[in-house]
């Protein structure tokens, strides 16, 4: 979503102070899961995809993970990438689950990084996959507030690892290529802390710019000299510490411009993924057409944001754009992570004003959207 929020103070405060023992109780378990679960987080594997020749066969997820971990950390399958299809333990499917609003400071969207939230829907949505999106340069984001905002991301991994769920960490900025340093500081602790997961997924750079935005001449060089770049150094940096975890790798003009990340690819590593981001009142067949290019060109495709309604994150929900494009993520094994488990006042949340950040949510407190959404990952 390209739209960024106001700040609201007294909330900051509130959660600034809560947090502090949070934060600390959180780092102190570093990464440890309770592997109480007992229900697999595992891959739908139902797909008919329609696979084009996987020319480049870089699955060998070296898994030397989840066997030394002990607990609940072997209870999801290990993901690798081959051709344009993500696998999961070695068998083609797809995740679906909510992706988290902005972890901000003050925005409103924080309260719901809880382990209550994301035992919820687990239980409650049948959801395999959950969202952090850790707000970096925006304001109340990683840079200025970088204890409360990791506090979150850590109590949302944990989570998950907990719930065998498989857990996006987002570093979500528009500008990521200005705080490279800051990206390999954060990965390179999220891999030492996390990379012997299988639960967990590193989306590197949520939505870079387009070419007017960045003042280079067209998209092919935001992607070239631009996302490239900073892709390949944060990869190397998480790939000294975790050889394998799935990697996601934002593309120019808000994550749409697959195909062109497609004309040239990261070839440093395995296990890389391509992020494909859509509103399905605002993006249609054109986009799609980028996504079969990119396919067609033999990049994997990871949908780690969609909504139902406009860019914006506002307006109507169009559940018919949305369902087209739910079947063509059936189609050809795309996982996605609906935007946004939040409360706002906008068409894209999930949840309607008010709604508690402890999960047990009934009908009510669901939006139109919100009801849509939780029917698709239910039976996803
Ligand atoms: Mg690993």
Redesign the pocket.
């Known amino acids: 979503m390209q739209q960024v929020n106001t700040f609201s103070a007294p909330l900051a405060l509130i959660y600034r102070l809560s947090l502090i023992a949070l934060a600390s109780l959180a780092f102190s378990a570093c990464g440890g899961s309770s592997g109480e679960g007992s229900n697999s987080g595992g891959a739908n594997s139902s797909t008919s995809s329609s696979s084009s020749s996987s020319s480049s066969s870089s699955s060998s997820s070296s898994s ?2 989840s066997s030394s971990t002990g607990g609940g950390a072997a209870l999801v399958k ?1 993901i690798s990438v081959s051709g344009n299809q993500i696998l999961f333990g070695g068998a083609v499917g797809s995740i679906a689950g909510p992706s988290l609003f902005w972890s901000n400071t003050g925005w409103g969207g924080e309260k719901y990084y809880t382990k209550e939230v994301v035992a919820w829907i687990k239980q409650n949505w049948n959801a395999t996959l959950v969202r952090a999106a850790m707000g970096v340069d925006a304001n109340g984001g990683y840079i200025s507030d970088p204890a409360n905002n990791k506090a979150r991301v850590v109590e949302v991994v944990d989570a998950a690892i907990a719930n065998n769920m498989y857990v996006i960490i987002d570093w979500h900025s528009h500008h990521a290529e200005d705080y490279q340093t800051e990206a390999i500081d954060f990965f390179t602790e999220m891999a030492n802390a996390y ?4 639960n ?1 997924i590193y989306e590197i750079y949520n939505e870079p710019l387009n070419a007017s935005e960045t003042g280079l001449s067209n998209n092919t060089a935001v992607w070239n000299d631009l996302i490239k770049p900073y892709a390949e150094d944060v990869i190397a940096a998480i790939r000294a510490i ?4 799935l990697i996601i790798v934002g593309t120019p003009s808000w994550s749409q411009d697959v195909d062109i990340a497609s004309n040239n690819p990261i070839t440093s590593s395995i296990n890389i993924a391509y992020t494909l981001h859509f509103y399905a009142a605002s993006h249609k067949a054109s986009l799609r057409s980028k996504a079969s290019t990119a396919l067609d060109n033999n990049i994997a495709l990871f949908a780690t944001e969609w909504g139902t309604v406009t860019y914006t994150g506002d307006g109507d929900v169009d559940a018919s754009s949305t369902d087209t494009w739910m079947s063509f993520f059936k189609t050809h094994g795309i996982s996605h992570a609906n935007w946004a488990l939040n409360d706002k006042s906008e068409g894209a949340s999930a949840l309607a004003p008010g709604a508690s950040a402890s999960g047990n949510w009934s009908a009510s407190d669901l939006t139109e959207s919100g009801t849509l959404v939780k029917g698709i990952i239910e039976s996803w």
Do not use: I, K, L, T
Request: no cysteine; proline share 17%.
């Open positions: 030397s993970s290990p990379g012997e997961y299988d967990v975790d050889p394998d975890n």
